[in-house]
């Protein structure tokens, strides 16, 4: 099965940040990646799909890019409402998710 | 607008199944599919699988796949999860969410959630 391997696990960060988080694929997804933010006591909400095209309603301030094993998600600008858990999910079989970056203020 | 409406919080003993339903409205039921995703407790997203809600056709995680089984309902435009053998460690928060295939499977609206306590 595909692994997939989110860096940091956690992050402390300051409004007004601009923020990166990593997620890497044990192999080749070619560009079938999802990200979803999880805010606490909250369902997880789609930001990203296909690697970089934004779902419908989400801020610019959140980015996608990248393609084959390596991703990345870009907060331009953090907000205080950014708090949360982001996961990745390779959207290639099985759809595995990563292990989550959680977002802490610094 | 787009909901999935889960059934509520379940306590169950070990070796008991489960049954959780996800209500969908808003859109046409059958031209999309319902996935599973579960929680537990302070740790991350676990894909379960999905199920078309066209065709029937199931795609379950091989940790599951000898445990679950998920179905849909089109007259009530609704969708189940069973899991049998529940343990301890089924203990969790258990989401529906709906399944877009505009680029492989995409998880773009989901549920409440509903919390499933295994415990004797």
């Known amino acids: 099965d595909i692994q997939m391997t989110q860096s940091p696990s956690s992050l402390s960060v300051s409004v007004g940040d601009r923020v990166t988080i990593t997620c890497r694929a044990s192999q080749s997804i070619d560009n079938y990646l999802n990200w979803y933010q999880q805010k606490p006591g909250e369902a997880p909400k789609l930001l990203i799909y296909a690697a970089s095209s934004l779902q419908s309603g989400v801020p610019s301030r959140f980015s996608g890019s990248g393609s084959g094993t390596d991703f990345t998600l870009t907060i331009s600008s953090l907000q205080p409402e950014d708090l949360a858990t982001y996961y990745c999910q390779q959207s290639y079989s099985p759809h595995t998710f990563g292990q989550g970056t959680k977002l802490e203020i610094k | 607008q787009v909901q999935l409406v889960q059934s509520g919080a379940e306590v169950k003993k070990p070796g008991a199944s489960v049954n959780v339903s996800c209500k969908a409205s808003?859109?046409?039921?059958?031209?999309?599919?319902i996935g599973w995703v579960r929680q537990a407790p302070g740790q991350g997203l676990e894909w379960m699988g999905w199920i078309s809600a066209y065709k029937g056709n199931t795609n379950y995680a091989q940790n599951f796949q000898d445990r679950v089984t998920m179905t849909t309902e089109k007259s009530t435009n609704t969708a189940y999860m069973e899991l049998r053998g529940l343990r301890s460690d089924d203990t969790a928060i258990f989401y529906c969410a709906r399944v877009s295939l505009v680029f492989g499977v995409i998880l773009d609206y989901w549920g409440q959630g509903t919390l499933v306590t295994v415990s004797s």
């Open positions: 808003g859109y046409t039921f059958s031209s999309y599919g």
